[in-house]
């Protein structure tokens, strides 16, 4: 693979709704642009991205898989995340690094829970959007509406690029409103793209889109809004040079026709994605801190600038070990750099670096400013953590994650597995960062938990699977505590030991009362005339403090 500039690349997720076609559609990409010869199947479990065996034996995503694919001297980089809400935090990991976020909607179904919620993510990280509306060969879809639904409920800057010749079963065409042609799609895994004149019938649909769509360019720009005005049009140069502009500040937001299953409509996505979808270099200059001071520094993506790069994913591989995902946010690297890890004060030298699509790695010589590979085998470097060259200790912003909604404890099958089981634990946090576990010592439990109960049971799963270790998870046990309720005059406790020699012999007497509610332990030592040896007295106070952890009666 050649080495990409800045200008030349592209970052974008695939995000949405569980079943909306994210995998499908990241599929069919891969193999419209040559990077695979065969297209896989999700029912038959061997998609590029979803390759983990609990996505194949569930059919959903679990993880966030890497993607490239090269289009138009353009790299595409774009990351397949999952749909189901336990996942989320692989959503968040991924609107972190890219440029860009395509929502995929379901034509029949519309806008969903999964659809919206992601949708505040985008917002959230303030990322220019697009939306593919997708399976539109479903006998029931609905382009149309579910583009208003989509325009009423996501954004108001949602534009048709293009749209469904006919809808259904007998969908192969796609009317492209920024060429002006009717584009007809081939039997799935043919490749085979004809473009053609829109048809008399669609010529006054499409006629009034591209007027929609002109007209929402012109906003973008103050003189190009004047020519409008004045004009009533755009030409063809000022179109697409305003079309860039426009989706970069999220003025506009690209509506697109696709039927992943069947392939229809890829072309015009890839086409429309390399031209005119952010390159990195173009989005706002990111802000990171320096480690000594905390004070703020301007990172440009600029290859000639210093390195700095951040892990925003690992990957644990039985034979392999923990592979590092990582975007390069500044400078360059190759293999064989020392990078020092700012979170942690260590120096990493980086051994071969890859580009990923799904578990397939491809070695590569360099990566610039801006784009994403990985890096096998770091010794102390984790998910969200910054490397960055030594004469530039900087901080890159951190990754938010969402509070957990939901907590078990870890009951070990066996005996003796409790410091594997933790280790276990760290690797799966390291792979999935919503997922927390930490020994309580209230309760004697560890405690693990996260977004939902598939989550925790896929980390069960895990363990069993990786790491040869079982577990259940168990209801916590309710930390009840206990306190002194009424006044005790005199407790009183003999301690005969025989021991050889003199033995050993204590006489304690106590008298318990309860202090105000809320002022703590307080202990008085009201010996008088040294009858006890004052030696003798710490001891007391220390058994006291032991029985209060664990209390009396529970």
Not at 314 to 343: C, M, P, R
Not at 480 to 493: L, S
Request: with cysteine; proline share 4%.
């Amino acid at each position: 693979m050649k080495e990409y500039q800045a200008e030349a690349i592209r970052n974008i997720a695939l995000i949405g709704h569980g079943g909306s076609g994210k995998t499908t559609v990241s599929e069919i990409l891969l193999f419209t642009a040559g990077e695979i010869n065969r297209i896989g199947r999700i029912e038959e479990g061997n998609t590029t991205s979803d390759f983990n065996q609990n996505e194949i034996d569930r059919q959903i995503s679990i993880a966030t898989s890497p993607l490239h694919v090269e289009w138009n001297n353009t790299k595409i980089n774009f990351l397949d995340t999952p749909g189901f809400p336990d996942f989320v935090g692989q959503v968040i990991s991924s609107l972190h690094v890219v440029d860009l976020a395509v929502s995929v909607i379901k034509s029949a179904e519309g806008v969903e829970v999964g659809t919206e919620l992601t949708w505040d993510l985008i917002k959230k990280n303030k990322l220019p959007a697009a939306v593919i509306i997708n399976k539109i060969d479903n006998e029931h879809s609905k382009f149309f509406e579910t583009f208003q639904q989509a325009k009423n409920k996501l954004s108001s800057d949602l534009i048709v690029v293009s749209f469904p010749a006919k809808e259904g079963p007998n969908f192969t065409s796609v009317v492209d409103l920024v060429k002006m042609k009717m584009i007809t799609y081939g039997e799935a895994g043919s490749k085979k793209v004809t473009e053609e004149e829109i048809p008399a019938d669609l010529k006054a649909n499409a006629d009034k889109l591209r007027e929609e769509l002109i007209e929402k360019v012109a906003e973008s720009d103050e003189a190009l809004m004047n020519k409008f005005f004045e004009e009533g049009t755009l030409s063809e140069e000022e179109l697409l040079k305003g079309l860039k502009t426009s989706v970069l500040q999220g003025g506009l937001v690209p509506a697109f026709a696709v039927s992943a299953a069947k392939a229809v409509g890829m072309n015009t996505f890839l086409d429309f994605a390399s031209k005119y979808f952010p390159a990195p270099s173009e989005r706002p200059v990111v802000e990171g801190k320096m480690k000594e001071n905390g004070n703020p520094v301007q990172i440009a993506c600029d290859v000639k600038g210093e390195t700095s790069l951040l892990i925003f994913k690992s990957l644990s591989e039985k034979h392999v070990g923990e592979l590092s995902i990582f975007k390069v946010y500044s400078g360059s690297l190759a293999a064989g750099l020392d990078l020092q890890n700012t979170n942690r004060d260590k120096i990493e030298r980086l051994g071969q670096i890859f580009v990923l699509n799904g578990r397939n790695r491809k070695e590569i010589g360099k990566l610039n400013a801006g784009d994403i590979g990985a890096v096998v085998k770091l010794k102390d470097s984790h998910t969200g953590d910054t490397l960055s060259s030594k004469n530039f200790s900087i901080l890159l912003p951190a990754m938010q994650y969402p509070e957990p909604v939901i907590r078990f404890a870890v009951k070990p099958k066996a005996k003796g597995d409790e410091d594997k089981i933790s280790a276990a634990l760290h690797t799966a946090h390291e792979e999935e960062p919503t997922l927390r576990s930490k020994f309580d010592p209230e309760i004697s439990q560890s405690i693990v938990s996260g977004q939902g109960e598939l989550q925790l049971n896929l980390a069960v799963k895990l363990l069993k699977d990786r790491y040869g270790v079982e577990v259940e998870l168990v209801e916590p046990r309710i930390p009840y505590r206990e306190t002194i309720r009424g006044r005790c005059e005199d407790a009183e406790f003999k301690h005969k030991k025989q021991s050889g020699g003199r033995g050993q012999y204590g006489h304690v007497h106590l008298k318990l009362e309860p202090t105000v509610r809320g002022a703590g332990y307080e202990f008085v030592d009201a010996i008088v005339g040294g009858v006890v040896p004052g030696r003798f007295i710490p001891a007391v106070e220390k058994g006291l403090k032991e029985i209060m952890t664990k209390g009396i009666l529970t």
